[in-house]
């Protein structure tokens, strides 16, 4: 993408609070929140091929971190944030270490078994994480300013979200990413080009804990009270939903499925009756007519760099390689 269009984009929603009203400034934000949480997902599912459906359970872990730090035991929100992730990260490197180790369909049913044992410890814990009274979350605060109302929290948001964006951009074009295309294109490949696979998988998963983590932190300061059930199977949904309208394999593609998904339920709103089967429907044509989402979409029409999408990226790293071997 252009150095002048991201510019752009980023002077457009710098300038966003100005213009929107509260609940459209709050749906941003929500969405935003989403968007890292989906980014974990896609580097995991989209670029190293790996299966789990953990995340959801991820971004509860990062969430409960931030608020019982932040609302129980005033720790500074510069603090939980960053911990909120690594506490997602170590309990997901539990799951990890032996489960990577299995076949996709055994690893699939771990991380399963590891969201519910996560969710039921939501509920029955309730000497620290309340149960499901739930918690209620503080603004988030740096220093002596407290970032109060939809439309302080989004800078917070905004700035949290462009770093993970940031650095999710750097690792893909590192060697670690080309480690985790070549894991997804076929492990035995991957292992006779001396990559070492078990560990780059157990890297991948850990980087996908930590945004899921951090993704679960910012939901928490976005809607501010937090249940147990907002982090079991409808969330795990919602976010393979977001993965896959988005775009599998592009780092863009879970900040535009989250976006759409995030508006959907309101645009559908006056039709409440019909909003599940509208929605439903909705998702089925995505899935059956864009099956590469919608920055697939529009890396075919040329309006997104196919180096930003999984199969553009495998051309991209191939021709690079290919020129810089002189062959």
């Known amino acids: 993408m252009r150095p002048a269009i991201v510019i752009f984009l980023l002077l457009l929603l710098l300038f966003a609070p100005f213009v ?30 790996q299966f789990s459906f953990a995340n959801a359970a991820f971004m509860g872990i990062g969430a409960y971190t931030y608020a019982l730090l932040t609302s129980r035991l005033g720790v500074p929100s510069l603090v939980a944030l ?13 799951v990890a270490g ?5 076949s ?52 917070v948001v905004l700035v949290v979200v462009a770093i993970s964006y940031w650095s999710a951009l750097r690792i893909v074009r590192s060697k ?4 985790f295309l070549a894991i997804r294109q076929g492990e035995t490949l991957a292992r006779c080009s001396g990559i070492d696979v078990e560990r780059t998988k157990t890297i991948a998963y850990a980087i996908s804990a930590f945004y ?40 863009l593609g879970g900040l535009v ?10 645009l559908l709103r006056n039709v409440e009756a019909y909003q599940e089967m509208l929605y439903g429907v909705l998702l089925v044509l995505f899935v059956i007519f ?12 040329g309006l997104v760099p196919q180096e930003i999408l999984v199969r553009g990226a495998v051309a991209y790293f191939d021709a690079r390689r290919r020129k810089h071997s002189g062959l």
């Open 104 to 155: 996709t369909v055994y690893l699939a049913m771990t991380s399963l078994a590891f969201a519910e044992l996560v969710q039921w410890t939501f509920i029955h814990w309730s000497a620290v994480t309340l149960g499901t009274d739930g918690v209620r979350v503080r603004w988030p605060a740096v220093g002596s300013y407290v970032a109060q109302g939809d439309k302080n929290t989004f800078y």
């Open 290 to 301: 864009m099956p590469r989402g919608i920055v697939g979409l529009l890396g075919r029409l």
């Open 98 to 102: 032996p489960a990577l180790r299995l």
């Open 20 to 49: 929107l009203d509260a609940y459209t400034q709050y749906l941003v934000n929500l969405a935003l929140s989403y968007s890292l949480v989906c980014l974990g997902l896609n580097l995991l599912l989209g670029y190293a091929g």
């Open 82 to 94: 960053p911990a909120a992730g690594m506490a997602a990260t170590a309990l997901g490197m539990v």
């Open 176 to 179: 670690l990413g080309r480690a």
């Open 212 to 251: 899921a983590g951090i993704g679960g932190a910012l939901f928490a300061l976005t809607i501010r009270f937090i249940v147990p059930d907002g982090f079991g199977l409808v969330q795990l949904v919602l976010q393979f939903s977001m993965v896959l309208i988005g775009g599998l394999g592009s780092l």
């Open 257 to 266: 499925g989250s976006l759409l998904l995030t508006v959907m339920p309101e």
